[in-house]
């Protein structure tokens, strides 16, 4: 998992939970329906053709408004590898590390369809569509750790015989 590669998917600046997935849907408790509703208003043919693997780029304050626990699983659901944004919304960070979605605050020139590869451990992120490259901070190791575990839940129970 340290290293990402994916296609791109541009979003705007204060993207919030209700925009990843609206409210009307949170009652659905199956994944796959729920998750066939993420970014609609924004892009309604998102969740039908974004591939596991692909990457969003977005603006500024990314997953801003309620604390919904369900928009960082619905896009890590649908197969989407990691969020970059200059800047995330504090409980969005923090939610998406505890299911196991990598957020990287950067400032990336990408374009809807780029390639992007992401080093989490060399914090390094080359576009390969133009060759930009931006220096990001690396991940920690018990960042990665978390990450490539799943999740925070599922980094404890693998764990919690160690200590």
Not at 54 to 82: M, T, W, Y
Not at 110 to 134: C, H, P, R, V, Y
Request: one cysteine or more.
């Amino acid at each position: 998992m340290k290293i990402l590669e994916g296609q791109v998917w541009t979003f705007r600046d204060h993207v919030d939970t209700d925009v990843i997935i609206p409210g009307r849907y949170l009652r659905i408790l199956d994944l796959d329906e729920m998750s066939s509703h993420v970014m609609e208003g924004e892009d309604p043919d998102f969740a039908s053709q974004v591939k596991n693997g692909d990457i969003i780029v977005a603006g500024v304050n990314f997953g801003c408004g309620s604390s919904r626990e369900q928009a960082p699983v619905a896009l890590k659901h649908l197969g989407v590898a990691a969020v970059v944004a200059p800047s995330f919304a504090r409980i969005f960070y923090r939610n998406a590390i505890n299911v196991g979605l990598p957020v990287i605050m950067a400032d990336v020139e990408a374009e809807k369809g780029d390639i992007l590869s992401i080093d989490l451990e060399a914090g390094i992120i080359l576009n390969k569509s133009n060759g930009k490259k931006f220096e990001i901070q690396p991940f920690q190791n018990f960042m990665l750790e978390i990450l490539e575990d799943g999740g925070l839940v599922n980094h404890f129970l693998k764990n919690r015989g160690n200590s």
